[in-house]
């Protein structure tokens, strides 16, 4: 994922006031994983930017492709 998808996903979580443990609960992942996820070092699959969109009542696209 490029910078501008890091920084939106980072801001998305951040306006919710959830920490990365709060959104790796929810996602039924290890903060780990999800903390990897939002710095680019790990890779994300279609499933999991489906569910991250879905807390932030959005579509995969509106974070990740536009």
Known sequence: MNDKILTKLKK??????????????????SKSQYYKIETG???LYYDTAIKIAK????????????
């Open 12 to 29: 998305l979580r951040m306006d919710k006031h959830y920490t990365y443990q709060k959104m790796a609960d929810i996602l039924a992942m």
């Open 41 to 43: 070092e790990r890779k």
């Open 55 to 66: 807390v932030f009542d959005l579509k995969p696209d509106d974070i990740f492709f536009k």
